[in-house]
């Protein structure tokens, strides 16, 4: 896998999508590729009121300690993400309250909020056994309710686990899952190439023509390497500054020269993965709001500190490439480029100029509305750019409000639209992952949304291996 676990795999940070990945922990409701809702460990909800939902839970179920999945053990581990610090920030704003009902749990909000069904989806409200959660800490270990149980972590390095037999849907392929978290891509690559490894989370687009082709397997994302500029304080707090950056960006050169050609240009901060978003960016209301854009100021010897990180071997060749064009708009760069878990409180702290990232856009329920909250509204919780722009605020409200379906689509264009117009995110392109998949395994998960990836289905070709164990 591509990154070690930064908060000791608590479903409350975004480590929950390591066990989501691992299919050990599990949702009360699921999403299809359309990112409807779908039954998980709820079987059917109803909305009672304009905030108050009722989700019916799954009977028979057993956590990987032993108990039974009940109402009051899924209201708990509501509760206990509704109570965190910091809260989940699929959470955030929400007001989220959950209490038993018999084999029921009813959930109620501050205000209005027609995508909650979806919102449950996110695996950062895992459902997790009542043992899990011991002060203020959350232990995955044993406690998950999915076809394979989390036996072992040992630290950074990896993790074990083992087909659960008492799984509600049946009966895993695969005897247990082997985890290796591994950030340098050419060891995964290497991995891959020498069969150390079954399944690798990333190759690199430049070690890809070292690999088998039957081994490697394009998957069109809904992520976006963006630049995030620093709108509250040093050169990029001026609007015209921002423009003069965003001007200087040639994407289609980055594409070429560091992936290969195996990417697609960003013409907003949501790519063709969600294909509703193409043709919407056409409209004269989409083009009005770009139109009030600052007019981009002449740049003359301006320093300015870029940061991005290592773990995504491709960013920092993208940094260096970004690098360069700045500099030909009259900007003197100073990189810092370090491991994730080294340098992310710097770029949260705003500590850079600019920041390169690659950020999933659906990260949390399927609707990109919890990217741009957690990223461009007023005290986001991982609002890099440390933008705070009333209009932006108002965009992302109003699409938060919006029903599911082409209204909600639109009225999240226009918060596109409305966040592009700062000038405080610069998208430059929409990844296409590579995922490397040995030639024993059959039937892993390909999944845009990096949610699953080693299933109840997936299974190995024991005449190619001799070992169909693990």
């Known amino acids: 896998m591509l990154q070690p676990p930064r908060s000791g795999l608590s479903p409350l940070s975004d480590d929950a999508f390591k066990l989501s990945r691992w299919s050990t922990a599990e949702t009360l409701v699921t999403l299809d590729d359309d990112a409807v809702a779908q039954p998980g460990l709820a079987t059917r909800w109803e909305q009672t009121s304009d905030t ?22 899924v209201a708990g581990a509501l509760q206990h993400a509704a109570a965190a610090s910091p809260v989940p920030r699929i959470l955030k704003g929400v007001g989220l309250q959950a209490t038993a009902d018999g084999d029921a749990v009813v959930v109620t909000t501050t205000e209005v909020d027609p995508l909650l069904p979806q ?20 232990s995955p270990i044993g406690t998950g309710t999915g076809p394979f149980e989390l036996v072992a972590v040992d630290g950074i390095s990896g993790a074990t686990l083992d087909r659960f037999e008492g799984y509600w849907g049946g009966r895993a392929r695969l005897a247990g899952i082997d985890v290796a978290f591994v950030p340098d891509g050419t060891a995964r690559t290497a991995a891959l190439r020498t069969g150390a490894a079954d ?4 190759v690199p687009a430049g070690q890809v023509e070292t690999v088998d082709p039957a081994l490697v397997h394009e998957v069109p994302m809904p992520r976006t390497n963006t630049l995030y500029l620093n709108a509250a304080r040093g050169p ?6 921002r423009a003069a950056a965003r001007d200087a960006i040639d994407r289609a050169q980055i594409i070429a020269s560091v992936y290969e050609g195996r990417a697609d240009e960003a013409s907003g901060l949501l790519g063709p993965a969600l294909s509703w978003t193409v043709d919407a960016r056409g409209t004269s209301a989409y083009r009005d709001i770009l139109a009030t854009r600052a007019t981009p100021a002449k740049v003359d010897g301006v320093p300015i500190t870029l940061g991005t990180f290592t773990d995504r071997a491709e960013l920092p060749e993208v940094a260096v490439l970004v690098a360069q064009q700045l500099q030909a708009a009259g900007f003197v760069v100073t990189q810092d480029v ?3 878990q080294f340098i992310e409180a710097d770029a949260l702290a705003g500590a850079f100029d600019a920041f390169l990232l690659s950020r999933a856009t659906v990260l949390d329920s399927g609707d990109p509305v919890a990217y741009f909250e957690a990223d461009f509204a007023c005290g986001g919780g991982f609002s890099i750019s440390q933008l705070c722009d009333p209009a932006v605020d108002e965009a992302i409200s109003t699409a938060s409000r919006t029903e599911p379906g082409t ?8 918060a596109e639209a409305t966040i592009l117009a700062t000038d405080a995110a610069v998208p430059l392109l ?19 949304r990096e949610r699953a990836l080693v299933t109840i289905d997936t299974w190995i ?10």
């Open 199 to 202: 399944i690798v989370e990333a």
């Open 52 to 73: 108050t939902w009722r989700f019916e839970i799954r009977p028979d179920v057993h956590f990987h300690d032993g108990t039974l999945l009940t109402g009051d053990a």
């Open 338 to 340: 370090r491991e994730y």
């Open 407 to 414: 209204p909600r689509q639109i009225a999240i264009l226009a």
């Open 461 to 470: 070709d024991a005449a190619a291996t001799g070992d169909a164990s693990r």
């Open 119 to 138: 919102r449950l989806s996110s695996p950062q409200l895992s459902i997790l056994a009542p043992s899990a959660y011991t002060g203020d800490t959350v």
């Open 236 to 241: 990029f707090a001026d609007p015209a500054v």
């Open 430 to 448: 929409h990844e296409r992952v590579v995922q490397g998949e040995s030639a024993r395994v059959h039937d892993a998960a390909r999944d845009p």
